[in-house]
């Protein structure tokens, strides 16, 4: 039992080291930095970042992909406005609970003094438009950080230097082990 993690690691090295020697040595890494001349604002992630925490949509604006601003908007509107709507039930059905309690006609009273809603669906529409509110109100902050983080990945994303040529090579291949003919594609990119 006690050999069985040695005899995982020595498979472990001899698999590493025999893809090791297999790959191409294509990769060309420059030994110089890109600075501010070429191009490359190293201060663009943050500025994205802290326009889009200042205003909602501005870091997006910035990064100039002013398509993902409505987006923005729309997730942020959706979720506020759910939460307005369970803070304002909330309100009622807690305002109305009240009321009951204290013996006085509420929003939920029927025509004839008989009440619509017992005090036991009251106090279960209260505690599920609270979580419902609270949920939205987690969701909007999650969201509002979400747009922050985005656009600041953008402006990190905009600032590789990167090929457009993307190639797709299918070939037919020869297993040797079978020596049957199997079909394999070659998707390669490359970041010269």
Request: neutral net charge; glycine residues 6%; aromatic residues 14%.
């Amino acid at each position: 039992m006690k050999y069985k993690a040695f005899y995982i690691l020595i498979c472990c090295v001899i698999f590493n080291i025999n893809f090791s020697f297999s790959q191409k040595n294509d990769l060309y890494i420059s030994d110089t930095i890109p600075t501010v001349e070429e191009g490359i604002n190293p201060l663009a992630p943050s500025t994205a970042a802290f326009y889009s925490a200042v205003i909602p949509g501005l870091g997006q604006a910035y990064n100039k992909k002013y398509w993902k601003i409505p987006i923005v908007y729309a997730a942020l509107g959706t979720s506020t406005y759910f939460y307005i709507d369970n803070n304002k039930n909330y309100n009622r059905t807690r305002t109305a609970f009240k009321l009951l309690k204290a013996g006085k006609p509420h929003e939920f009273d029927g025509l004839n003094g008989n009440d619509l809603l017992s005090e036991e669906a009251l106090v279960r529409a209260q505690k599920g438009y609270k979580e419902n509110r609270d949920l939205s109100l987690f969701i909007t902050i999650g969201l509002y950080v979400l747009q922050v983080i985005e656009a600041s990945v953008d402006a990190h994303l905009m600032q590789l230097n990167t090929d457009d040529n993307l190639s797709f090579n299918p070939n037919l291949v020869i297993d040797p082990i079978t020596n049957q003919v199997v079909a394999g594609v070659s998707i390669s990119y490359s970041f010269n």
